[in-house]
């Protein structure tokens, strides 16, 4: 069930309608008498500036409010200000309207000669926006339903209906409800995709940037099978052997969160550059305070009883504050896996490019400091018409502005679990000097440039291809290698000259 407005709830909204409205700072609604009057007082201010009033004060409510409760919030670089308002009955979400304030890539809004109006060419197509009278209603359905919001958010409200708000308290709590519960689901809705955009953009970007960003991808697979000396998939892991790597799991965050702290060039886009013959580099550091994680949720309640409490105590990371499951990174049809092409940092000449695809099967979570991703999202202003007077309506247009961060030269360590591998045709071979044999190399995934280096070029060679040239008696080693998401994967064959 929706939680009704109280009377009093009704006198603080008034109140700060009535102070936006008037400018007057004294004003306060504190009971029914004084209310009807306030009420009266804005009303005398004129129907639009009315309007204007009601849109801005309602419209922050709504944006701090959470009818439905967006994920991701742990981004936000804003708080709440007011509980939630919810009812059953919910409505369609609209498609995105473009801005009609600026000129787009979609439409030409503002040149000479242009009208409020769409403008069409020779052709007849739209150059611009529809006009600010485009009425707006809202499509209810009984089920509960979110949608999505837009940049520009149009209401219509209507005449007799703003002015018997004012009449009681009952009467207002019924019109900011409605208010609220109309649009409050699309804008929540809105903001929790622009979060996971945001998201998604900074697992790409870091991924994408792993050789640059040292030590900030960890393929939890290899770390495993490192540390331990086995080759377990990674399917087996999370299976036959899910509680020895949760462990692992869990004692690699507790040590990254540890090392997170220290002031280093690990972990972030260091921008190192010479002067004069001098390195110089970013060092960073992020206290604990500073530090949030989001955690694969599938995989963290399979954990939580196990060994999840030895991360989550107050002197390493606030559950509540720092922490945020994440049901599904990108799509709910394949929830552990991503697969963006993210914008990222050139290094090369500091500007925004597009980075290459990446695709991760298994994203495990994201250990990050909260200065490198953060989005905001406020509105700008609320602006009504004039009156339609045939229909008695406004329209009111709020105009939302949102931002994000994704800043490579923050600490950020990204978990992903990933059977990476490059295998050689032979583990030994034989060569009599002065032949060759060509060694084959399979990539996973397929594709990937091997590099090939030999421990001893004295004895034995090997070119791009793989090709080994015996060049004296004696033993050396060849070995292929990949680089993928800054991680670097090798195998290795014996190679004796004879």
Not at 360 to 365: A, K, N, R, T
Request: charged letters at 20%; proline letters at 3%.
């Amino acid at each position: 069930m929706a939680r009704a407005l109280t009377p009093r709830d009704c006198h603080v909204l008034l109140t700060a309608i009535a102070r936006q409205a008037t400018g007057q700072s004294a004003l306060a609604t504190v009971n029914t008498s004084s209310f009807v009057s306030v009420g009266e007082t804005v009303l005398a201010t004129g129907m639009e500036n009315t309007y204007n009033a009601v849109s801005l004060v309602l419209n922050r409510l709504i944006i701090a409010s959470r009818p439905y409760t967006a994920k991701l919030a742990i981004m936000d670089a804003d708080g709440d200000l007011f509980s939630d308002r919810m009812r059953k009955i919910s409505y369609y979400a609209k498609d995105p309207m473009a801005s009609g304030a600026f000129n787009t890539n979609l439409f030409t809004n503002q040149a000479q000669g242009f009208t409020s109006g769409q403008n069409p060419d020779g052709q007849g197509n739209a150059q611009s926006t529809k006009s600010m009278w485009e009425q707006n209603q809202a499509m209810p359905y009984e089920v509960n339903f979110a949608g999505s919001s837009v940049w520009d958010d149009c209401i219509t409200m209507y005449e007799v209906q703003v002015q018997t708000a004012f009449r009681s308290e009952a009467e207002f709590a019924r019109f900011v409800a409605g208010y609220l519960q109309e649009h409050a689901n699309d804008i929540e809705q809105q903001r929790e995709a622009f979060n996971r955009i945001t998201l998604l953009n900074k697992i790409g970007m870091t991924y994408d940037m792993g050789v640059q960003m040292t030590g900030s991808v960890k393929n939890l697979t290899k770390e495993f099978n490192d540390f331990y000396g086995t080759t377990y998939t990674s399917a087996q892991l999370r299976s036959t052997y899910l509680k020895d790597f949760l462990a692992f799991m869990v004692a690699t965050i507790k040590e990254d969160s540890d090392f997170m702290t220290d002031r280093s060039v690990q972990r972030h886009y260091a921008a190192t550059k010479v002067i004069d013959g001098v390195s110089y580099s970013i060092l960073r550091h992020t206290p604990r305070a500073n530090q949030r994680l989001m955690l694969y949720s599938p995989l963290f309640r399979k954990a939580e009883a196990l060994v999840l409490p030895e991360i989550f105590n107050p002197d390493f990371l606030n559950i509540d504050r720092q922490y945020e499951p994440i049901t599904y990174w990108q799509s709910e049809l394949s929830r552990a896996a991503v697969n963006v092409t993210p914008a990222y940092y050139d290094p090369t000449d500091g500007t925004q490019k597009q980075g290459a695809n990446v695709s991760i099967p298994y994203v495990v979570g994201l250990l990050y400091d909260r200065d490198g991703m953060m989005t905001n999202w406020k509105l700008n202003s609320a602006n009504s018409t004039p009156l339609e007077a045939r229909k008695l309506y406004r329209n009111v247009w709020n105009h939302f502005q949102k931002s994000a961060i994704n800043d490579p030269t923050e600490n950020t360590i990204l978990y992903i679990m990933d059977d990476i591998s490059v295998s050689l045709n032979k583990s030994s071979t034989t060569i009599t000097k002065g032949h060759t044999e060509t060694l084959t190399a399979v990539t996973v995934p397929a594709g990937e440039t091997v590099t090939w280096s030999s421990s001893n070029t004295a004895i034995a060679t090997v070119t791009s291809g793989g090709v080994v040239t015996g060049v004296d008696t004696g033993t050396a080693t060849i070995t292929a290698s990949i680089t993928v998401g800054g991680n670097v994967y090798t195998d290795s064959c014996a190679v004796t000259i004879s």
